[in-house]
């Protein structure tokens, strides 16, 4: 293989490139951070005694759960818009996306979470006379996160990952932005492998640093 | 939000959607038939005690997980062939890229699955003087694969859902025939609800049956 690495055009690009992992690492932050949001109230509204909203939300996790991502990301560029007579940027299309899609996949956890406790903490809580809400505060929530956290981040991980399609949108995350430096330099193997080389740096120190909290959990449940 | 639908259009070029539909379960038959293979060797090396294979092994597959499918697809397809001098047709690059991706989570899979089975087991196998291979198809494979299925079936469903990234490197399924269409008929809301309750209709069944099976084998105690 007598090919020529020549790196120079992703120093040269290193000012937009960065830029782009801004703008995915931003993507990535509100979209969990809204997804988080909308988790919890589908969590809710699917543990509720109302049968309507039980199921209601049941459908939405369901359906967003089994759909591909990239599906959404064009309903919600191209097709919501028609819907509501305004026109969404790229940033609020995919915003929207991934926040509803991962919004489905944290209810379940947090769901999992809270039926997790076992029924004699309830039992024990409602002896002692507290309210409801006061025993989900007091007793079941803070049992419950510390089984939610690690599933919650590999679901927010995955997220960051999803980001990459937010590229045809036209979003100047770091994909988008290599596929237009490839184009005009003629170096894709070499700008294509510094992505895959960016993405892997972020998410595996991220994945590490899972791990960490992890045993600590662990450790602090004991 | 008086838009009046006009799904007619959409289910006049249903041709155009079964052809994608075709090509989709194609794409997603190949991928997890290869991964599935590929996914038990790399398992087994990521299990080995030798260093050196362990260690290519581990770096392959946090390789794999910690990057973008997208970025994998895009590589595959623009970089790779500028190495190697090969240029692959957008199919056979979109099935090679899902492969190596899916095979790194099925690695994992057959990782925890085979630590599962107790060391008993494989020496029961040495001591009756059994090679290890024989022992690992006989033996240790047939108890193990049955605690790997739900695993297996998720897996499968993921994969289904990561075949219309394929579309970004317009391979002719599913995904980017529902692009075609949109832009050709003006109805993108149309096409993409269309598309994303095709998705949800094959992929659900998926879905449910990891949770059966799941179920089934916790009632057994496995």
Not at chain 2, 57 to 82: D, G, H, K, S
Not at chain 2, 113 to 137: D, F, K, N, V
Request: aromatic share 12%; hydrophobic share 55%; with cysteine.
């Amino acid at each position: 293989m007598g090919y020529e690495w020549d790196f120079s055009p992703v120093w040269r690009n290193a000012g937009p490139l960065l830029e782009g992992l801004g703008n995915t690492l931003w993507l990535s932050a509100w979209s969990i951070l809204l997804g988080l949001a909308l988790g919890l109230a589908l969590a809710l509204l699917r543990l509720s005694r109302s049968r309507i909203a039980s199921v209601a939300a049941l459908v939405v996790i369901e359906f967003y759960r089994n759909t591909p991502p990239l599906v959404h990301f064009f309903w919600y560029f191209f097709g919501l818009p028609i819907l509501i007579g305004v026109s969404l940027s790229p940033f609020a299309a995919a915003l929207l996306a991934l926040s509803v899609q991962s919004g489905a996949f944290f209810a379940e956890i947090f769901r999992g979470g809270i039926v997790s406790i076992e029924r004699g903490q309830w039992e024990a809580g409602r002896a002692l006379g507290m309210s409801e809400a006061r025993l989900m505060r007091r007793i079941i929530l803070p049992q419950a996160v510390r089984r939610m956290i690690p599933p919650l981040m590999e679901r927010s991980f995955e997220l960051v990952k999803t980001t990459a399609l937010a590229a045809t949108l036209a979003y100047g995350e770091l994909l988008y932005r290599a596929m237009v430096i490839a184009s005009q330099s003629f170096r894709p193997l070499e700008i294509y492998t510094a992505v895959a080389v960016i993405f892997f740096t972020v998410l595996f120190l991220a994945s590490l640093g899972m791990r960490h909290v992890e045993v600590r959990l662990r450790r602090g449940h004991r | 939000m008086d838009y009046e639908f006009a799904f007619g259009e959409v289910f006049a070029n249903a041709d155009l959607l079964l052809r994608g539909i075709w090509l989709t379960a194609a794409l997603w038959l190949i991928a997890f038939a290869t991964a599935l293979v590929a996914g038990l060797f790399l398992g087994i090396a990521r299990g080995s005690t030798r260093k050196a294979l362990n260690w290519v092994a581990t770096a392959y597959i946090e390789v794999f997980r910690n990057t973008p499918v997208l970025v994998q697809l895009v590589w595959f397809y623009y970089a790779f062939p500028v190495l190697t001098g090969i240029q692959m047709s957008a199919f056979t690059a979109a099935s090679l890229g899902l492969c190596l991706n899916t095979s790194a989570y099925c690695a994992e899979i057959y990782r925890g699955g085979l630590q599962s089975i107790t060391a008993g087991q494989w020496e029961a196998g040495r001591a009756l003087g059994m090679p290890y291979w024989t022992l690992m198809r006989r033996i240790i494979l047939p108890q193990a694969v049955r605690r790997m299925v739900p695993a297996f079936t998720n897996r499968a469903v993921e994969l289904a859902k990561m075949t219309s990234i394929a579309s970004v490197i317009t391979v002719h399924e599913l995904m980017n025939e529902a692009r075609t269409l949109a832009t050709q008929s003006f109805l993108p809301l149309e096409t993409f609800t269309v598309v994303a309750i095709i998705y949800f209709v094959l992929i659900w069944p998926g879905t449910v049956a990891a949770s059966l099976l799941e179920r089934h084998l916790a009632a057994k105690g496995a």
